[in-house]
């Protein structure tokens, strides 16, 4: 997409749009949930046998890391979170040697 008055592309916003959201009304918000092909409806039976699942407990540490490797992970929120899943990845590929 790109901007009338100047021709620039336009980067697209990220993340949800609250202010839309929250002007929506409940009719149109949920035509919008039925609209939407990634969203499957739930029924009692789908939770029959749901259980909470409690996170596990972080230790916090202190790591040395190249300031472009965190740099590059800082860009998006929850970075600390994505590094712990890519070093559980990596953990979870090893476990068995």
């Not at 609250?18 to 929506?24: I, N, P």
């Not at 009304?25 to 029924?43: F, I, K, R, W, Y």
């Not at 909470?52 to 998006?76: C, G, N, Y």
Request: without cysteine.
């Amino acid at each position: 997409m790109k901007d009338a008055s100047t021709g620039k592309k336009l980067k697209a916003k990220r993340g949800t749009d609250w202010d839309r959201l929250r002007q929506m009304s409940d009719a149109a918000m949920h035509a919008a949930v039925e609209a939407d092909p990634d969203a499957h409806p739930t029924d009692e039976a789908f939770w029959e046998d749901a259980k909470v699942v409690m996170p596990r407990r972080k230790e916090v540490i202190t790591i040395r890391l190249d300031a472009d490797l965190l740099a590059w992970f800082r860009q998006q929120p929850g970075y600390q979170t994505r590094i712990n899943a890519i070093l559980r990845t990596f953990m979870n590929a090893h476990a068995h040697k």
